[in-house]
């Protein structure tokens, strides 16, 4: 297993590099100029242009610049933004809280919900729950997020107002940030009633983005329990007089559980890379809003850094999942 770990993070450097190259030239092929963008609505004389442009390194060449933007990361500095001039890292490290929070928050809706919709509806298989939950999983899965996020801000939060539309907590509340995660600060600080407001910016949001994640985990799940119940060793188990409980959740869902841990940890990636859509529709501060800002704004250090951290998220998600692998098969581990 140590092995399997070294080849995987051995690989993960031409991974990487690749990613660099690909988010350095297709920032640039977006018409603009970032100097005009970050400037707005004044304007500039040529030379005050000029003076920016080789301030910012834009003057050099594109193989000159890449490998200025390489020589930095292989340092650990992830660059400056060109609009804030504040440093990417710190940027980043105030807004991925709010990513992770939303997309754990949402990984635990969907995949709780999707694993006990996806049992019931194999072991009910062609009854009406098993076809009532293949129906809203296809619906769940197919449904776009803007268009299902904005009919839930329409009906929770507009017509009933049970829900807040934007933000992580409300306006008249003070929480000091000490972890950036919303919910944690809001638990321990001493105003009353901030905690339930965090949790009640959180739902909507997590919602829309659990959804698909959700629809996937159930069709997943029951699929293999399906293909699990038939197998010999379940009926043996049924044979020693084993109760059904201990039958389905120790050895029935168990192994079930392996191809259904390939789609969670594909998803929980996707999730923690930035919930682009999820994020700009409730103004959830994260690193998908930060992303898409950046882009209009051609802030091409941001866009950069974004894109590599998101993706590195994703990478290291996946590994994780390899590695529990081993601990739900055992064959699994001593292949490796």
């Known amino acids: 297993m140590f092995a399997f770990i070294l080849k995987r993070l051995a690989a993960l450097l031409p991974t990487l590099l690749g990613i660099t190259l690909v988010s350095f030239g297709l920032i640039r092929l977006i018409p603009g100029d970032p100097i005009e963008v970050m400037m707005g609505e004044r304007s500039?004389?040529?030379?005050?242009?000029?003076?920016?442009v080789k301030q910012m390194g834009l003057?050099?060449?594109?193989?000159?610049?890449?490998?200025?933007?390489?020589?930095?990361?292989?340092?650990?500095?992830?660059?400056?933004?060109?609009?804030?001039?504040?440093?990417?890292?710190k940027e980043f490290?105030?807004?991925?809280?709010?990513?992770?929070?939303?997309?754990?928050?949402?990984?635990l809706m969907a995949v709780l919900l999707g694993?006990?919709?996806?049992?019931?509806?194999?072991?009910?298989?062609?009854?009406?729950?098993?076809?009532?939950?293949?129906?809203?999983?296809?619906?769940?899965?197919?449904?776009?997020?803007?268009?299902?996020?904005l009919i839930l801000i329409m009906f929770f939060s507009v017509q009933m107002s049970w829900t807040p539309i934007s933000g992580r907590i409300g306006i008249?509340?003070?929480?000091?940030p000490i972890s950036g995660f919303m919910l944690f600060d809001a638990w321990v600080s001493e105003e009353a009633g901030a905690f339930r407001s965090a949790c009640l910016h959180l739902l909507l949001p997590a919602l829309v983005l659990g959804t698909s994640t959700m629809a996937v985990v159930a069709r997943m799940t029951r699929?293999?329990?399906?293909?699990?119940?038939?197998?010999?060793?379940i009926r043996a188990a049924r044979a020693k007089g084993l109760s059904p409980a201990r039958v389905i959740f120790v050895?029935?869902?168990?192994?079930?559980l392996i191809p259904v841990l390939t789609v969670i940890g594909m998803q929980a990636g996707s999730l923690l890379a930035g919930a682009v859509l999820t994020e700009t529709i409730f103004s959830w501060p994260g690193i998908g809003k930060w992303l898409?800002?950046?882009?209009?704004?051609?802030?091409?250090?941001?866009?950069?850094?974004?894109?590599?951290?998101?993706?590195?998220?994703?990478?290291?998600?996946?590994?994780?999942?390899?590695?529990?692998?081993?601990?739900?098969n055992p064959r699994i581990r001593a292949s490796h």
């Open 292 to 328: 898409i800002d950046s882009i209009a704004r051609r802030d091409y250090p941001v866009v950069q850094a974004g894109i590599l951290i998101s993706a590195l998220s994703f990478i290291l998600v996946n590994l994780g999942v390899d590695l529990l692998y081993g601990v739900l």
């Open 251 to 256: 050895h029935a869902l168990r192994n079930a």
């Open 44 to 52: 500039l004389e040529p030379e005050a242009h000029a003076a920016l």
């Open 115 to 149: 694993l006990l919709l996806g049992v019931l509806a194999g072991l009910k298989r062609g009854s009406w729950l098993d076809q009532g939950v293949m129906g809203v999983a296809t619906v769940g899965y197919s449904m776009p997020v803007f268009w299902w996020g």
């Open 59 to 89: 003057d050099q060449s594109l193989p000159a610049q890449y490998w200025d933007y390489v020589s930095k990361l292989a340092q650990g500095d992830l660059g400056q933004s060109l609009v804030s001039r504040e440093s990417v890292a």
């Open 223 to 233: 699929s293999s329990m399906l293909e699990v119940l038939r197998e010999d060793y």
């Open 172 to 176: 008249e509340f003070e929480v000091a």
């Open 93 to 107: 490290a105030t807004l991925f809280p709010a990513t992770v929070e939303l997309a754990v928050a949402a990984l």
